[in-house]
Protein backbone atom coordinates (compact mmCIF):
# COMPACT_ATOMS: atom_id res chain seq x y z
CA UNK A 1 0.00 0.00 0.00
CA UNK A 2 1.25 3.60 -1.22
CA UNK A 3 2.92 5.99 1.83
CA UNK A 4 -0.01 8.42 1.01
CA UNK A 5 -3.03 6.09 1.40
CA UNK A 6 -1.76 4.49 4.53
CA UNK A 7 -1.52 8.01 5.63
CA UNK A 8 -5.02 8.73 4.60
CA UNK A 9 -6.54 5.41 6.08
CA UNK A 10 -4.63 6.35 9.49
CA UNK A 11 -5.84 9.94 9.42
CA UNK A 12 -2.30 11.33 9.28
CA UNK A 13 -2.34 14.80 7.63
CA UNK A 14 -0.27 15.06 4.11
CA UNK A 15 3.73 14.47 4.81
CA UNK A 16 6.26 16.89 3.16
CA UNK A 17 6.74 14.44 0.34
CA UNK A 18 2.93 14.55 -0.97
CA UNK A 19 2.37 18.35 0.07
CA UNK A 20 5.63 18.94 -2.06
CA UNK A 21 3.94 16.90 -5.03
CA UNK A 22 0.83 18.97 -4.90
CA UNK A 23 2.84 22.32 -4.72
CA UNK A 24 4.68 21.07 -7.91
CA UNK A 25 0.85 19.98 -9.58
CA UNK A 26 -0.33 23.30 -9.02
CA UNK A 27 1.94 25.76 -9.75
CA UNK A 28 3.10 24.28 -13.00
CA UNK A 29 -0.61 24.05 -13.99
CA UNK A 30 -2.16 26.82 -16.67
CA UNK A 31 -4.84 26.79 -14.43
CA UNK A 32 -3.23 28.09 -11.61
CA UNK A 33 -1.98 32.10 -12.33
CA UNK A 34 1.34 31.15 -13.16
CA UNK A 35 2.52 34.76 -12.72
CA UNK A 36 5.97 34.51 -10.96
CA UNK A 37 4.90 36.35 -8.52
CA UNK A 38 1.69 34.34 -7.33
CA UNK A 39 4.15 31.14 -7.54
CA UNK A 40 6.78 32.60 -5.36
CA UNK A 41 4.65 33.60 -3.07
CA UNK A 42 2.85 29.97 -2.88
CA UNK A 43 6.39 28.12 -2.24
CA UNK A 44 7.51 30.75 -0.06
CA UNK A 45 4.30 30.38 2.56
CA UNK A 46 4.13 26.11 1.93
CA UNK A 47 8.06 25.52 2.59
CA UNK A 48 7.84 27.95 5.58
CA UNK A 49 5.33 25.88 6.95
CA UNK A 50 6.80 22.97 5.81
CA UNK A 51 10.21 23.73 7.51
CA UNK A 52 8.31 24.08 10.57
CA UNK A 53 8.40 28.15 10.82
CA UNK A 54 4.35 28.57 10.52
CA UNK A 55 4.54 31.51 13.49
CA UNK A 56 7.37 33.65 11.49
CA UNK A 57 4.74 34.29 8.49
CA UNK A 58 3.35 37.52 8.20
CA UNK A 59 3.43 40.22 5.89
CA UNK A 60 6.81 41.50 6.62
CA UNK A 61 8.18 38.47 5.83
CA UNK A 62 6.20 37.81 2.22
CA UNK A 63 7.14 41.37 1.68
CA UNK A 64 10.99 40.90 2.23
CA UNK A 65 11.11 36.88 0.45
CA UNK A 66 8.37 37.35 -2.24
CA UNK A 67 8.82 41.11 -3.48
CA UNK A 68 12.75 42.64 -2.39
CA UNK A 69 10.95 45.09 -0.05
CA UNK A 70 12.98 46.44 2.85
CA UNK A 71 12.89 47.34 6.25
CA UNK A 72 10.81 50.22 4.99
CA UNK A 73 7.92 48.61 3.97
CA UNK A 74 4.69 49.65 5.31
CA UNK A 75 2.13 47.01 5.56
CA UNK A 76 -0.77 49.90 5.98
CA UNK A 77 -0.28 51.97 3.20
CA UNK A 78 1.72 49.40 0.73
CA UNK A 79 -1.51 46.86 -0.09
CA UNK A 80 0.59 44.51 -2.13
CA UNK A 81 1.05 41.58 0.29
CA UNK A 82 -3.27 41.77 1.01
CA UNK A 83 -3.76 42.29 -2.91
CA UNK A 84 -1.49 39.17 -4.17
CA UNK A 85 -3.07 36.84 -1.39
CA UNK A 86 -6.11 37.57 -2.75
CA UNK A 87 -5.09 36.62 -6.11
CA UNK A 88 -3.27 33.37 -4.93
CA UNK A 89 -5.99 32.45 -2.82
CA UNK A 90 -8.51 32.80 -5.95
CA UNK A 91 -6.35 31.15 -8.15
CA UNK A 92 -6.06 27.77 -5.73
CA UNK A 93 -9.81 27.98 -5.95
CA UNK A 94 -9.50 27.88 -9.82
CA UNK A 95 -7.63 25.11 -10.30
CA UNK A 96 -9.01 23.12 -7.86
CA UNK A 97 -12.25 23.64 -9.78
CA UNK A 98 -10.97 22.73 -13.05
CA UNK A 99 -7.29 21.06 -13.54
CA UNK A 100 -7.03 19.70 -9.87
CA UNK A 101 -10.55 18.69 -9.58
CA UNK A 102 -9.33 15.01 -8.77
CA UNK A 103 -5.94 15.92 -7.11
CA UNK A 104 -5.37 13.90 -3.93
CA UNK A 105 -4.03 16.95 -1.63
CA UNK A 106 -5.82 19.86 -1.15
CA UNK A 107 -3.41 23.24 -0.52
CA UNK A 108 -5.58 26.37 1.30
CA UNK A 109 -5.02 29.61 1.72
CA UNK A 110 -7.61 30.50 4.55
CA UNK A 111 -8.98 34.12 4.27
CA UNK A 112 -7.54 36.46 6.50
CA UNK A 113 -4.26 34.10 6.74
CA UNK A 114 -1.32 34.29 4.72
CA UNK A 115 -0.58 29.95 6.40
CA UNK A 116 -1.21 27.02 4.20
CA UNK A 117 -2.97 24.03 5.10
CA UNK A 118 -2.57 20.86 3.85
CA UNK A 119 -5.67 17.91 3.90
CA UNK A 120 -6.08 14.69 1.89
CA UNK A 121 -9.66 15.38 -0.42
CA UNK A 122 -11.75 13.39 -2.56
CA UNK A 123 -12.69 14.44 -5.80
CA UNK A 124 -15.33 16.42 -6.49
CA UNK A 125 -17.75 15.30 -9.33
CA UNK A 126 -19.34 18.18 -9.47
CA UNK A 127 -16.91 20.70 -10.55
CA UNK A 128 -15.98 21.44 -13.85
CA UNK A 129 -13.86 18.71 -15.08
CA UNK A 130 -11.00 18.89 -17.69
CA UNK A 131 -11.50 16.97 -20.88
CA UNK A 132 -9.02 14.93 -22.77
CA UNK A 133 -8.70 17.16 -25.80
CA UNK A 134 -7.50 13.64 -27.98
CA UNK A 135 -11.78 12.65 -26.91
CA UNK A 136 -12.85 15.57 -28.51
CA UNK A 137 -14.34 15.64 -32.29
CA UNK A 138 -13.59 18.57 -34.57
CA UNK A 139 -15.35 21.56 -33.38
CA UNK A 140 -18.64 22.31 -35.62
CA UNK A 141 -18.79 25.07 -38.36
CA UNK A 142 -18.81 28.61 -36.82
CA UNK A 143 -20.22 31.69 -38.95
CA UNK A 144 -17.88 32.40 -42.05
CA UNK A 145 -17.78 36.49 -43.55
CA UNK A 146 -16.25 37.41 -46.79
CA UNK A 147 -15.95 41.19 -46.41
CA UNK A 148 -15.51 42.54 -49.83
CA UNK A 149 -14.48 45.96 -51.18
CA UNK A 150 -17.08 48.19 -51.98
CA UNK A 151 -18.25 48.45 -55.87
CA UNK A 152 -17.12 52.12 -56.88
CA UNK A 153 -19.58 53.70 -59.22
CA UNK A 154 -18.46 57.09 -58.94
CA UNK A 155 -16.21 56.72 -61.97
CA UNK A 156 -13.92 58.51 -59.62
CA UNK A 157 -10.44 56.18 -59.18
CA UNK A 158 -9.55 58.05 -56.22
CA UNK A 159 -12.58 56.47 -54.59
CA UNK A 160 -11.36 53.38 -54.83
CA UNK A 161 -8.78 53.85 -51.50
CA UNK A 162 -12.20 54.47 -50.10
CA UNK A 163 -13.73 51.46 -51.01
CA UNK A 164 -10.98 49.27 -50.26
CA UNK A 165 -9.48 51.30 -46.97
CA UNK A 166 -13.23 50.40 -45.48
CA UNK A 167 -12.98 46.40 -46.43
CA UNK A 168 -9.61 46.80 -44.46
CA UNK A 169 -11.29 48.38 -41.33
CA UNK A 170 -14.38 45.89 -41.46
CA UNK A 171 -12.73 42.86 -41.59
CA UNK A 172 -10.20 44.00 -38.55
CA UNK A 173 -13.19 45.15 -36.56
CA UNK A 174 -15.46 41.85 -37.07
CA UNK A 175 -12.42 39.86 -36.66
CA UNK A 176 -12.59 41.15 -32.99
CA UNK A 177 -15.44 38.66 -32.20
CA UNK A 178 -13.53 35.31 -32.00
CA UNK A 179 -16.81 33.33 -32.87
CA UNK A 180 -17.03 35.08 -36.17
CA UNK A 181 -14.25 33.54 -38.75
CA UNK A 182 -13.81 36.79 -41.05
CA UNK A 183 -12.10 36.61 -44.64
CA UNK A 184 -10.86 39.47 -46.68
CA UNK A 185 -12.37 40.04 -49.91
CA UNK A 186 -9.43 40.72 -52.85
CA UNK A 187 -8.87 43.81 -54.51
CA UNK A 188 -7.97 44.32 -57.71
CA UNK A 189 -5.02 42.19 -59.20
CA UNK A 190 -5.25 40.01 -55.93
CA UNK A 191 -6.05 36.50 -56.19
CA UNK A 192 -9.68 35.44 -55.05
CA UNK A 193 -7.88 33.33 -51.82
CA UNK A 194 -10.55 31.48 -49.63
CA UNK A 195 -13.64 33.65 -50.74
CA UNK A 196 -15.65 30.50 -51.51
CA UNK A 197 -15.37 28.97 -47.89
CA UNK A 198 -17.57 32.07 -46.49
CA UNK A 199 -21.42 31.45 -45.78
CA UNK A 200 -21.93 35.57 -45.70
CA UNK A 201 -20.79 37.93 -47.63
CA UNK A 202 -20.60 41.45 -46.94
CA UNK A 203 -19.96 44.21 -49.59
CA UNK A 204 -22.08 47.03 -51.38
CA UNK A 205 -21.56 50.21 -53.47
CA UNK A 206 -20.30 53.67 -53.13
CA UNK A 207 -22.27 56.17 -56.07
CA UNK A 208 -21.46 59.56 -55.47
CA UNK A 209 -23.98 62.84 -54.79
CA UNK A 210 -23.68 66.29 -55.29
CA UNK A 211 -22.14 66.81 -51.27
CA UNK A 212 -20.30 63.91 -51.01
CA UNK A 213 -20.59 60.06 -51.02
CA UNK A 214 -23.24 57.47 -50.27
CA UNK A 215 -22.40 54.16 -49.66
CA UNK A 216 -24.72 51.47 -49.56
CA UNK A 217 -24.13 48.03 -47.67
CA UNK A 218 -25.45 44.49 -47.40
CA UNK A 219 -25.01 41.24 -46.01
CA UNK A 220 -26.00 38.02 -48.11
CA UNK A 221 -26.73 34.73 -47.07
CA UNK A 222 -24.74 32.54 -49.39
CA UNK A 223 -26.51 29.75 -49.02
CA UNK A 224 -29.88 31.26 -49.69
CA UNK A 225 -29.13 34.16 -51.60
CA UNK A 226 -30.96 35.84 -49.03
CA UNK A 227 -30.50 39.54 -47.95
CA UNK A 228 -30.02 39.45 -44.17
CA UNK A 229 -29.20 42.61 -43.80
CA UNK A 230 -28.33 46.32 -45.75
CA UNK A 231 -28.13 49.78 -44.90
CA UNK A 232 -27.35 53.55 -46.86
CA UNK A 233 -24.72 55.70 -45.17
CA UNK A 234 -24.08 59.52 -46.16
CA UNK A 235 -20.72 60.46 -46.03
CA UNK A 236 -20.45 64.63 -47.13
CA UNK A 237 -17.43 66.15 -48.58
CA UNK A 238 -15.08 67.88 -46.25
CA UNK A 239 -13.10 67.37 -43.35
CA UNK A 240 -15.87 65.49 -41.22
CA UNK A 241 -15.66 62.50 -44.27
CA UNK A 242 -13.19 60.33 -42.32
CA UNK A 243 -15.00 60.47 -39.15
CA UNK A 244 -18.40 59.80 -40.92
CA UNK A 245 -16.45 56.67 -42.23
CA UNK A 246 -15.36 55.75 -39.13
CA UNK A 247 -18.83 55.41 -37.79
CA UNK A 248 -19.95 53.40 -40.54
CA UNK A 249 -17.31 50.79 -39.58
CA UNK A 250 -18.75 50.89 -35.62
CA UNK A 251 -22.43 51.04 -36.67
CA UNK A 252 -21.94 48.32 -39.47
CA UNK A 253 -20.50 45.84 -36.99
CA UNK A 254 -22.65 46.37 -34.24
CA UNK A 255 -25.79 46.02 -36.39
CA UNK A 256 -24.33 42.97 -38.09
CA UNK A 257 -21.88 41.17 -35.74
CA UNK A 258 -23.11 42.24 -31.90
CA UNK A 259 -25.44 39.89 -29.56
CA UNK A 260 -28.57 41.24 -31.28
CA UNK A 261 -27.12 41.94 -34.53
CA UNK A 262 -28.67 40.69 -37.80
CA UNK A 263 -26.39 37.73 -37.95
CA UNK A 264 -27.36 35.85 -34.76
CA UNK A 265 -30.68 36.68 -35.28
CA UNK A 266 -30.79 34.72 -38.69
CA UNK A 267 -28.56 31.82 -37.25
CA UNK A 268 -31.10 31.88 -34.15
CA UNK A 269 -33.98 31.71 -36.17
CA UNK A 270 -32.55 29.37 -38.76
CA UNK A 271 -31.30 26.89 -35.38
CA UNK A 272 -34.57 27.56 -33.67
CA UNK A 273 -36.74 25.83 -36.91
CA UNK A 274 -34.21 22.93 -36.88
CA UNK A 275 -33.94 21.50 -33.65
CA UNK A 276 -31.09 18.76 -34.56
CA UNK A 277 -29.02 21.35 -35.80
CA UNK A 278 -28.53 22.42 -31.58
CA UNK A 279 -25.18 20.32 -31.37
CA UNK A 280 -22.55 22.81 -32.04
CA UNK A 281 -20.69 25.23 -29.92
CA UNK A 282 -22.14 28.25 -32.05
CA UNK A 283 -25.34 26.56 -31.77
CA UNK A 284 -24.94 26.79 -27.83
CA UNK A 285 -24.18 30.55 -27.76
CA UNK A 286 -27.22 31.27 -30.13
CA UNK A 287 -29.38 29.10 -27.47
CA UNK A 288 -27.87 31.57 -24.74
CA UNK A 289 -28.30 34.81 -27.01
CA UNK A 290 -32.57 33.62 -27.81
CA UNK A 291 -32.80 33.34 -23.54
CA UNK A 292 -31.17 36.81 -23.66
CA UNK A 293 -33.55 37.98 -25.64
CA UNK A 294 -37.01 36.36 -24.18
CA UNK A 295 -36.02 35.44 -20.76
CA UNK A 296 -37.86 32.43 -21.30
CA UNK A 297 -37.42 29.63 -18.81
CA UNK A 298 -37.66 27.29 -21.00
CA UNK A 299 -34.81 28.98 -23.01
CA UNK A 300 -32.67 29.04 -20.00
CA UNK A 301 -33.01 25.38 -19.31
CA UNK A 302 -32.18 24.87 -23.05
CA UNK A 303 -29.10 27.52 -22.98
CA UNK A 304 -27.72 25.80 -19.95
CA UNK A 305 -27.84 22.75 -21.32
CA UNK A 306 -26.48 23.29 -24.59
CA UNK A 307 -23.31 25.35 -23.10
CA UNK A 308 -22.77 22.53 -20.63
CA UNK A 309 -22.74 19.84 -24.19
CA UNK A 310 -20.33 22.19 -25.68
CA UNK A 311 -17.81 22.23 -23.15
CA UNK A 312 -17.78 19.08 -22.62
CA UNK A 313 -17.69 18.40 -26.37
CA UNK A 314 -15.09 21.35 -26.88
CA UNK A 315 -13.11 22.06 -23.68
CA UNK A 316 -11.22 24.42 -25.42
CA UNK A 317 -13.75 27.15 -26.75
CA UNK A 318 -13.39 29.62 -24.61
CA UNK A 319 -16.39 31.75 -25.24
CA UNK A 320 -18.85 28.61 -24.72
CA UNK A 321 -17.10 28.32 -21.19
CA UNK A 322 -17.34 32.39 -20.72
CA UNK A 323 -21.67 31.99 -22.00
CA UNK A 324 -21.26 29.45 -19.45
CA UNK A 325 -20.24 31.63 -16.75
CA UNK A 326 -22.52 34.32 -17.64
CA UNK A 327 -25.79 32.49 -17.60
CA UNK A 328 -24.72 30.87 -14.02
CA UNK A 329 -23.94 34.11 -12.91
CA UNK A 330 -26.81 36.11 -14.00
CA UNK A 331 -29.17 33.34 -12.40
CA UNK A 332 -27.32 33.26 -8.70
CA UNK A 333 -27.40 37.25 -8.68
CA UNK A 334 -31.19 37.69 -9.61
CA UNK A 335 -32.07 34.99 -7.14
CA UNK A 336 -34.27 32.89 -9.74
CA UNK A 337 -34.90 29.61 -8.05
CA UNK A 338 -32.75 26.61 -7.97
CA UNK A 339 -28.80 26.45 -8.06
CA UNK A 340 -28.35 25.42 -11.26
CA UNK A 341 -24.37 26.45 -10.99
CA UNK A 342 -22.91 27.26 -7.98
CA UNK A 343 -21.33 30.67 -8.30
CA UNK A 344 -17.86 28.75 -7.68
CA UNK A 345 -18.38 27.18 -10.47
CA UNK A 346 -19.53 29.96 -12.81
CA UNK A 347 -16.18 32.03 -11.65
CA UNK A 348 -14.11 29.26 -12.50
CA UNK A 349 -15.81 28.78 -15.79
CA UNK A 350 -15.18 32.62 -16.52
CA UNK A 351 -11.81 32.43 -15.55
CA UNK A 352 -11.35 29.50 -17.80
CA UNK A 353 -12.53 31.16 -20.78
CA UNK A 354 -10.08 34.21 -20.35
CA UNK A 355 -7.40 31.96 -19.58
CA UNK A 356 -8.03 30.45 -23.08
CA UNK A 357 -8.55 33.82 -24.93
CA UNK A 358 -6.96 36.52 -23.22
CA UNK A 359 -7.51 38.26 -26.23
CA UNK A 360 -11.05 38.64 -26.47
CA UNK A 361 -12.97 41.26 -25.18
CA UNK A 362 -16.22 38.93 -24.41
CA UNK A 363 -14.17 36.73 -22.33
CA UNK A 364 -12.62 39.46 -20.41
CA UNK A 365 -15.66 41.37 -19.95
CA UNK A 366 -17.52 38.15 -18.67
CA UNK A 367 -14.68 37.33 -16.17
CA UNK A 368 -14.80 41.22 -15.02
CA UNK A 369 -18.99 40.75 -14.50
CA UNK A 370 -18.64 37.65 -12.56
CA UNK A 371 -15.95 39.19 -10.75
CA UNK A 372 -17.87 41.99 -9.92
CA UNK A 373 -21.45 39.97 -8.60
CA UNK A 374 -18.97 38.02 -5.88
CA UNK A 375 -17.34 41.83 -4.75
CA UNK A 376 -13.83 40.99 -6.10
CA UNK A 377 -14.38 44.79 -7.22
CA UNK A 378 -10.47 45.41 -7.66
CA UNK A 379 -9.84 42.65 -10.12
CA UNK A 380 -13.37 43.14 -11.70
CA UNK A 381 -12.29 46.97 -12.96
CA UNK A 382 -8.65 45.88 -13.73
CA UNK A 383 -10.65 42.86 -15.94
CA UNK A 384 -12.76 45.73 -17.76
CA UNK A 385 -9.97 47.97 -17.92
CA UNK A 386 -7.44 44.84 -19.46
CA UNK A 387 -11.11 44.62 -21.91
CA UNK A 388 -10.91 47.99 -22.82
CA UNK A 389 -7.11 47.50 -23.35
CA UNK A 390 -7.73 44.89 -26.09
CA UNK A 391 -10.78 46.92 -27.46
CA UNK A 392 -8.75 49.57 -28.31
CA UNK A 393 -10.99 52.50 -30.30
CA UNK A 394 -13.50 49.70 -31.59
CA UNK A 395 -17.05 49.46 -30.13
CA UNK A 396 -17.52 45.93 -30.13
CA UNK A 397 -18.75 45.05 -26.80
CA UNK A 398 -17.90 48.89 -25.42
CA UNK A 399 -21.37 49.21 -23.59
CA UNK A 400 -20.93 46.08 -21.42
CA UNK A 401 -17.66 47.66 -20.61
CA UNK A 402 -18.64 50.46 -19.84
CA UNK A 403 -21.33 49.20 -17.75
CA UNK A 404 -18.99 47.08 -16.33
CA UNK A 405 -16.37 50.13 -15.16
CA UNK A 406 -19.25 52.35 -13.58
CA UNK A 407 -20.29 49.65 -11.77
CA UNK A 408 -16.95 48.95 -10.62
CA UNK A 409 -16.23 52.12 -9.24
CA UNK A 410 -15.07 54.36 -12.15
CA UNK A 411 -17.89 56.72 -12.32
CA UNK A 412 -16.00 59.28 -15.09
CA UNK A 413 -14.86 56.93 -17.63
CA UNK A 414 -17.45 54.38 -17.60
CA UNK A 415 -20.66 56.39 -18.30
CA UNK A 416 -18.66 58.39 -20.53
CA UNK A 417 -18.23 54.82 -22.34
CA UNK A 418 -21.29 53.95 -22.35
CA UNK A 419 -23.11 56.74 -23.49
CA UNK A 420 -20.02 56.91 -26.65
CA UNK A 421 -21.74 52.87 -27.41
CA UNK A 422 -25.37 53.59 -27.04
CA UNK A 423 -24.75 56.88 -29.78
CA UNK A 424 -23.56 54.30 -32.11
CA UNK A 425 -24.70 51.13 -31.34
CA UNK A 426 -28.82 50.52 -32.14
CA UNK A 427 -28.82 46.80 -30.32
CA UNK A 428 -27.34 48.22 -26.79
CA UNK A 429 -28.01 45.65 -24.38
CA UNK A 430 -30.79 46.72 -22.34
CA UNK A 431 -28.75 46.04 -18.62
CA UNK A 432 -26.26 48.77 -19.58
CA UNK A 433 -29.05 51.03 -18.60
CA UNK A 434 -29.27 50.60 -15.02
CA UNK A 435 -25.57 51.46 -14.76
CA UNK A 436 -26.33 55.18 -16.30
CA UNK A 437 -29.33 55.08 -13.88
CA UNK A 438 -26.90 54.09 -11.21
CA UNK A 439 -25.34 57.20 -12.45
CA UNK A 440 -28.21 59.36 -12.58
CA UNK A 441 -28.57 58.45 -8.86
CA UNK A 442 -25.18 59.34 -8.25
CA UNK A 443 -25.01 62.93 -9.91
CA UNK A 444 -28.47 63.41 -8.23
CA UNK A 445 -30.37 63.83 -11.66
CA UNK A 446 -33.72 61.97 -11.13
CA UNK A 447 -35.24 62.65 -14.73
CA UNK A 448 -31.96 61.19 -15.96
CA UNK A 449 -32.12 58.06 -13.81
CA UNK A 450 -35.65 57.59 -14.72
CA UNK A 451 -35.12 57.97 -18.47
CA UNK A 452 -32.47 55.27 -17.95
CA UNK A 453 -34.47 53.06 -15.49
CA UNK A 454 -37.34 53.27 -18.53
CA UNK A 455 -34.87 51.66 -20.76
CA UNK A 456 -33.89 48.94 -19.03
CA UNK A 457 -35.40 45.19 -19.45
CA UNK A 458 -38.78 46.50 -19.58
CA UNK A 459 -41.02 43.72 -18.06
CA UNK A 460 -38.36 41.40 -17.75
CA UNK A 461 -36.64 41.16 -14.26
CA UNK A 462 -37.76 42.65 -10.90
CA UNK A 463 -34.68 45.52 -11.98
CA UNK A 464 -36.84 47.30 -13.74
CA UNK A 465 -39.43 48.37 -11.31
CA UNK A 466 -37.24 48.44 -8.83
CA UNK A 467 -35.33 51.27 -10.73
CA UNK A 468 -37.83 52.80 -12.06
CA UNK A 469 -39.57 53.27 -8.33
CA UNK A 470 -36.24 54.75 -6.67
CA UNK A 471 -36.07 57.41 -9.57
CA UNK A 472 -39.89 58.16 -9.19
CA UNK A 473 -39.04 58.27 -5.51
CA UNK A 474 -36.09 60.52 -5.55
CA UNK A 475 -37.89 62.76 -8.18
CA UNK A 476 -40.42 63.65 -5.53
CA UNK A 477 -43.16 61.51 -7.44
CA UNK A 478 -44.96 59.35 -4.70
CA UNK A 479 -47.44 57.78 -5.74
CA UNK A 480 -46.11 56.63 -9.23
CA UNK A 481 -42.98 55.48 -7.26
CA UNK A 482 -45.40 53.05 -5.35
CA UNK A 483 -47.20 52.13 -7.63
CA UNK A 484 -43.74 50.70 -9.32
CA UNK A 485 -43.19 48.76 -6.14
CA UNK A 486 -45.93 47.35 -6.36
CA UNK A 487 -44.83 45.91 -9.32
CA UNK A 488 -41.54 44.78 -7.71
CA UNK A 489 -43.02 42.85 -4.97
CA UNK A 490 -45.45 41.00 -7.45
CA UNK A 491 -42.37 40.10 -9.58
CA UNK A 492 -40.36 39.14 -6.48
CA UNK A 493 -42.00 38.55 -3.24
CA UNK A 494 -39.31 37.45 -1.06
CA UNK A 495 -37.89 40.66 -2.13
CA UNK A 496 -38.53 41.91 1.67
CA UNK A 497 -36.03 39.57 3.04
CA UNK A 498 -33.38 39.25 0.12
CA UNK A 499 -33.48 42.94 -1.14
CA UNK A 500 -30.81 43.92 0.26
CA UNK A 501 -28.43 41.17 -1.15
CA UNK A 502 -29.79 41.53 -4.58
CA UNK A 503 -29.24 44.94 -4.59
CA UNK A 504 -25.65 44.57 -3.69
CA UNK A 505 -24.53 42.16 -6.20
CA UNK A 506 -24.72 45.14 -8.75
CA UNK A 507 -24.62 48.59 -6.34
CA UNK A 508 -21.43 48.88 -4.74
CA UNK A 509 -21.24 52.29 -3.07
CA UNK A 510 -22.56 51.58 0.46
CA UNK A 511 -24.35 55.14 0.47
CA UNK A 512 -26.03 54.33 -2.41
CA UNK A 513 -27.38 50.95 -1.33
CA UNK A 514 -28.83 53.23 1.55
CA UNK A 515 -30.59 55.39 -0.47
CA UNK A 516 -32.14 52.88 -2.59
CA UNK A 517 -33.80 51.49 0.26
CA UNK A 518 -34.44 54.30 1.52
CA UNK A 519 -36.50 55.45 -1.36
CA UNK A 520 -38.14 51.82 -1.64
CA UNK A 521 -39.11 52.26 1.75
CA UNK A 522 -40.80 55.71 0.93
CA UNK A 523 -42.53 53.90 -1.83
CA UNK A 524 -43.66 50.99 0.32
CA UNK A 525 -41.09 47.71 0.52
CA UNK A 526 -40.74 47.22 4.06
CA UNK A 527 -37.30 45.58 4.55
CA UNK A 528 -37.25 42.38 7.09
CA UNK A 529 -34.45 41.17 8.60
CA UNK A 530 -33.33 37.63 7.30
Known sequence: MPSSSRQRQNGKPPDRQAVEEQLDRVTESPEFDTSQRSVDFLRFVVGEVLDGRSQMISQQAIAGSVFDRGDEFD????????MQAGRVRRSIEHYYLTAGVADPVSIQLPKGSYVPTFEWRESSSGALQPIDPGDVPATDPWPTLLVSP????????????????????????????????????????????????????????????????????????????????AETFLCPEGPEQACRLEKVVHTTVAMVAEEQGFLSRHLGGESRRDPAAGGSAYQAILRYLHFDVTNDPAAFVEAFAALRQAVDAD?????????????????????????????????????????LAPRDVRCRSILSYLLLLVDELDEALGEAEAALEVNGTSMFWLDVIGYLLTLSGDWEKGPALLRQALEINPFPRRACYGALWLDGLMRDDPAAALTAAREYAPESYFWSPLMESVALAADGQTEEAAAAAKRLLEMKPDFPERGRWLITRYVKPPEMVEMIERSLAEAGVSFRAG
Open 75 to 82: PTTDPIVR
Open 150 to 229: LRNLTGRPEVDFVAEGLASDLSAEFSRDQALHVFRGPVAGERPGRADEARFRLGGTIVARNDGLKLTLDLIDGESGRQVW
Open 315 to 355: PECAVCWSYLARLGGAHWSLGLPGEVLPIEESLAAARRGGG
